[in-house]
């Protein structure tokens, strides 16, 4: 079975650049759950989506920061302008809409801004 | 408000003995537990869950956890542990009232040949 899909694994860009990332879910899933983990803040939930609408924005950091899910197979994670704080490996998971069900995740994208 | 203590950022331990990494969690209601690995440069996979039923809860690569209502823990072993078992590991819980995960800090577990 095919799981959590990240793209890209890796991001270097400088400063200033747009960057977007890409989540491809398990397919049936309809929740679908983007996060950031740093060594100083750990793992952060940042948004979370069900049936592609967006449920809690509220651990997005700025305005500078975006994610937007167009249907049940596909969401994008963007930061415009990037900043090199927001140097991370953002993770993508999903999970069927049920409490008891556990979350599945990606590979995550390790994202260096210069 | 619910929240999630991994008393211990490593855990050093030889190869081949136990080691139990230590959770606890602060909730009013029923909850659902889960604890997570994560392997260098990947993402976090399910170890094992507990949703209802027996408190002794049996994962994947021999790890186990035992729920304890009364100590509001969660606490993961293994009996014997192997190098390949290097990695982070982090628990989690949510209730009836959040579909959000609460996770802990995590906990290094690193093994000395």
């Known amino acids: 079975d095919a799981g959590v899909i990240q793209s890209p694994r890796h991001e270097v860009t400088e400063m200033g650049q747009e960057v977007t990332l890409r989540c491809k879910p398990i397919?049936?899933?309809?929740?679908l759950f983007w996060y950031r983990q740093t060594m100083m803040r750990g793992l952060e939930l940042l948004i979370y989506?069900?049936?592609?609408?967006?449920?809690?924005d509220s651990g997005m950091p700025e305005d500078r920061f975006s994610a937007k899910m167009p249907n049940a197979s596909f969401s994008t994670l963007k930061i415009q302008p990037s900043e090199p704080r927001d140097s991370a490996v953002y993770f993508c998971?999903?999970?069927?809409?049920?409490?008891?069900?556990?979350?599945?995740f990606g590979d995550g994208t390790r994202l260096s801004i210069l | 408000a619910q929240s999630v203590t991994q008393l211990d950022s490593q855990v050093p331990v030889f190869e081949e003995a136990p080691v139990e990494l230590r959770c606890n969690y602060s909730s009013s209601v029923s909850v659902y537990l889960f604890w997570y690995v994560q392997y260098p440069n990947q993402g976090l996979q399910l170890l094992l869950k507990?949703?209802?039923?027996s408190t002794l809860v049996k994962g994947i690569n021999g790890f186990e956890a035992e729920f304890n209502k009364s100590q509001t823990s969660f606490h993961l072993r293994k009996p014997s542990v192997h190098i390949s078992d290097t990695a982070e590991y982090f628990c989690?819980?949510?209730?009836?009232?959040?579909?959000?995960?609460?996770w802990g800090a995590g906990t290094k577990l690193i093994i000395k040949p």
């Open positions: 397919s049936g899933h309809d929740y």
């Open positions: 507990y949703l209802s039923g």
């Open positions: 989690a819980v949510r209730s009836d009232s959040n579909y959000q995960l609460i």
């Open positions: 998971a999903s999970s069927l809409g049920t409490h008891n069900q556990p979350q599945h």
């Open positions: 989506f069900n049936n592609n609408v967006p449920i809690d």
